[in-house]
Structure formats: structure tokens, C-alpha cells
């Protein structure tokens, strides 16, 4: 660690980034900077970069100025790269080429990359995660895995350190993310300074479980949980006897639950997840529907198309075409 300048930090906000796990990270990094609250950068220090000087905007609409860019950049001079992922995948995967040449030189250099949210398309697109672990936002794992099958998604963790390559799920959890670094460079103590000033109750684990995730709608710790496994596995790698397993009950008392709530089985509440997920996807992306299929299981476009037909009163192409 640099005597004067603490841990340094290069920051690359995505066009279109959100804004929560941004300021987040950064506000914890300013925290933990000195004795005070000064903003004075003495134990840790940070530089923002983008492609291109000027605005970056970001997806709640609020631009931010910055005036530095790769070729002006001494990698020497940093010991984090941080990502921070556009909105939507696809905006994300599009800005790789942006910033090609200066991930591959700052792999090169074994500079640890951090990517949080959805920046993890970005340096997926360019291979970089090949055979690597990560964490992705649970909305996204089918859509990640089913694109990226060389990349390993681990499930229900904020985030995730393999060798030189960071990742996080975003969010809030980008604090977390930022305390676990810290403490391994200015201890735990200073890490988790202003926690307090933020209104953060706790430093969380890589491992926590999300609570809102699990005592969500239905008011009932079974029911949430399964909900929350389904959610993060609508490729289906598990069963539903496995999902009943998981939380502890019979497959029949897991059908009872959701008879009760929802007055349907547990498949097919699954199913209408499935479902919904290929519908959001059909209008929000141009992948074709043998790669949303995958994404939900299904190895048989043409069953994917009878089932969303029968749901929806439209085919696949229907919907891209003119959706609901």
C-alpha cells in the first residue's frame, strides 16, 4: 500500500450506471479516507475514468463530470480497477469494446478488477471471466449463464473474491464489498468507519442472506425462501423436491403452501416465473429464443413457444413484434 496516498482506487462508472452501488462504494471509500470527516484522502484515495472525457450519465439520469481517460491513466499508480455495470446487460455487454485495450493491459499488470452489478457482462463479453467464479445480480443469472457457460455464478453471495478478478452483486451490497476490501489494507476498524454516518446497521458477510428476499409478500419463511431458490435458478438445476429439501419440508407440504397462498402448484408457480422472465427478455433484448430457452430450461424452442402462446394468446415473435 502507498505510504501517501493510501489504497488507490480507479473508478469507471458505465454509461447509464446505477447510481446506489456507485455512491455507495465511493461515500464508504471517502469515510474510511481520514481521521475525520474531512474527504481528505489519506488512507485511501480514488480517480474516476471513463472511455471518453465529459458527462456519464446515469440510468436515474444525474450526469456526472469526468476529465480523465485510459491514455492519460499510470495503471502503476492504482492498486483497484472498479467497474460499474449499466443498467441492462446489453448496455453493458455494448461498452466492452470501449474498454478493451485498457482491461486487457490492466489484467496484464495483475491489477485487481472489481466489477459490480452489471459490469460483469463487460468483462465477460471480452473472456476475461472464462473459468472464473462470480457473483451476478439474482435477476440476471439465467440470462448470464445461459451467454457465458465458461463463467462459474455463485448463488446467494453479495459478492466474491477469486484471485485478481472482484465481482458484486450491487446495490447496496457495493458497501460491503468496499469494507472487505479496506480491511485488508487499513484494518477492520477504519474499513467500517462512517458506517454509522451512512445509517448502516451492519457490515455484512459475503455469505448473507437477503432478509427482504425471505420475508417478502407471503409472510411466511417457507414459502419466501422457495420463492427467493426459484428466482435465482429458473434454468431449473434443481428440482422441486430439491427446493423442498432445501428449506426443510416434503415436496407435499411445499405444494400445500402454495396451493394455500397462491392457489397453485409449486411447478407451475415455477413455470410462470420461467415464463414472465422469457417475455421481459423477448422485449427488452435481441437474443434469438434457442438462448432464452436455455435460460429457463428448456431444451425444446417449439414447447417454449406452445407454453408462451397458451399464457400469453401470442407466439414469441408475436410479443417481440408487438408486446403487451
Same mark, same amino acid.
Given at each position: 500500500?502507498?505510504?501517501?496516498?493510501?489504497?488507490?482506487?480507479?473508478?469507471?462508472?458505465?454509461?447509464?450506471?446505477?447510481?446506489?452501488?456507485?455512491?455507495?462504494?465511493?461515500?464508504?471509500?471517502?469515510?474510511?479516507?481520514?481521521?475525520?470527516?474531512?474527504?481528505?484522502?489519506?488512507?485511501?484515495?480514488?480517480?474516476?475514468?471513463?472511455?471518453?472525457?465529459?458527462?456519464?450519465?446515469?440510468?436515474?439520469?444525474?450526469?456526472?463530470?469526468?476529465?480523465?481517460?485510459?491514455?492519460?491513466?499510470?495503471?502503476?499508480?492504482?492498486?483497484?480497477?472498479?467497474?460499474?455495470?449499466?443498467?441492462?446487460?446489453?448496455?453493458?455487454?455494448?461498452?466492452?469494446?470501449?474498454?478493451?485495450?485498457?482491461?486487457?493491459?490492466?489484467?496484464?499488470?495483475?491489477?485487481?478488477?472489481?466489477?459490480?452489478?452489471?459490469?460483469?457482462?463487460?468483462?465477460?463479453?471480452?473472456?476475461?471471466?472464462?473459468?472464473?467464479?462470480?457473483?451476478?445480480?439474482?435477476?440476471?443469472?439465467?440470462?448470464?449463464?445461459?451467454?457465458?457457460?465458461?463463467?462459474?455464478?455463485?448463488?446467494?453471495?453479495?459478492?466474491?473474491? @477469486? &484471485?485478481?478478478?472482484?465481482?458484486?452483486? *450491487?446495490? =447496496? +451490497?457495493?458497501?460491503?464489498?468496499?469494507?472487505?476490501? !479496506? $480491511?485488508?489494507?487499513?484494518?477492520?476498524?477504519?474499513?467500517?468507519?462512517?458506517?454509522?454516518?451512512?445509517?448502516?446497521?451492519?457490515?455484512?458477510?459475503?455469505?448473507?442472506?437477503?432478509?427482504?428476499?425471505?420475508?417478502?409478500?407471503?409472510?411466511?419463511?417457507?414459502?419466501?425462501?422457495?420463492?427467493?431458490?426459484?428466482?435465482?435458478?429458473?434454468?431449473?438445476?434443481?428440482?422441486?423436491?430439491?427446493?423442498?429439501?432445501?428449506?426443510?419440508?416434503?415436496?407435499?407440504?411445499? @405444494? &400445500?403452501?402454495?396451493?394455500?397462498?397462491? *392457489?397453485? =402448484? +409449486?411447478?407451475?408457480?415455477?413455470?410462470?416465473?420461467? !415464463? $414472465?422472465?422469457?417475455?421481459?427478455?423477448?422485449?427488452?433484448?435481441?437474443?434469438?429464443?434457442?438462448?432464452?430457452?436455455?435460460?429457463?430450461?428448456?431444451?425444446?424452442?417449439?414447447?417454449?413457444?406452445?407454453?408462451?402462446?397458451?399464457?400469453?394468446?401470442?407466439?414469441?415473435?408475436?410479443?417481440?413484434?408487438?408486446?403487451?
Amino acid at each position: 500500500m502507498n505510504d501517501e496516498n493510501g489504497v488507490r482506487f480507479l473508478l469507471i462508472p458505465l454509461n447509464n450506471f446505477n447510481m446506489l452501488p456507485f455512491g455507495g462504494f465511493l461515500d464508504k471509500l471517502r469515510f474510511s479516507a481520514d481521521e475525520a470527516d474531512n474527504s481528505q484522502q489519506r488512507y485511501c484515495s480514488w480517480k474516476i475514468l471513463s472511455h471518453t472525457k465529459g458527462l456519464v450519465v446515469s440510468s436515474s439520469g444525474i450526469p456526472i463530470n469526468v476529465d480523465l481517460e485510459p491514455s492519460e491513466v499510470q495503471l502503476a499508480n492504482f492498486d483497484y480497477v472498479v467497474f460499474f455495470g449499466s443498467r441492462t446487460a446489453i448496455e453493458s455487454q455494448q461498452q466492452a469494446a470501449c474498454y478493451r485495450s485498457f482491461i486487457r493491459t490492466v489484467a496484464a499488470k495483475r491489477i485487481p478488477i472489481v466489477s459490480i452489478d452489471n459490469a460483469c457482462f463487460t468483462l465477460a463479453e471480452l473472456g476475461l471471466l472464462d473459468r472464473h467464479q462470480v457473483v451476478v445480480h439474482w435477476r440476471h443469472h439465467s440470462e448470464f449463464k445461459a451467454t457465458y457457460p465458461k463463467v462459474v455464478v455463485k448463488d446467494e453471495q453479495l459478492y466474491h473474491f @477469486d &484471485r485478481k478478478l472482484i465481482s458484486c452483486t *450491487g446495490g =447496496s +451490497a457495493a458497501i460491503d464489498l468496499a469494507v472487505a476490501i !479496506l $480491511q485488508n489494507h487499513v484494518g477492520q476498524t477504519r474499513a467500517e468507519k462512517g458506517l454509522a454516518d451512512m445509517l448502516v446497521d451492519e457490515n455484512r458477510s459475503m455469505q448473507h442472506r437477503l432478509k427482504s428476499s425471505e420475508q417478502g409478500l407471503y409472510r411466511n419463511r417457507h414459502m419466501d425462501r422457495a420463492v427467493s431458490l426459484m428466482q435465482e435458478n429458473l434454468e431449473q438445476t434443481i428440482t422441486v423436491e430439491q427446493v423442498a429439501s432445501l428449506i426443510g419440508i416434503s415436496r407435499r407440504q411445499l @405444494d &400445500r403452501l402454495f396451493q394455500q397462498k397462491l *392457489g397453485v =402448484s +409449486a411447478r407451475h408457480y415455477w413455470q410462470e416465473l420461467r !415464463l $414472465q422472465h422469457v417475455y421481459w427478455r423477448l422485449t427488452h433484448s435481441g437474443h434469438d429464443l434457442a438462448q432464452l430457452a436455455d435460460e429457463v430450461g428448456v431444451r425444446d424452442t417449439s414447447y417454449l413457444c406452445k407454453i408462451f402462446k397458451k399464457r400469453f394468446g401470442m407466439t414469441p415473435g408475436q410479443c417481440r413484434r408487438d408486446p403487451i
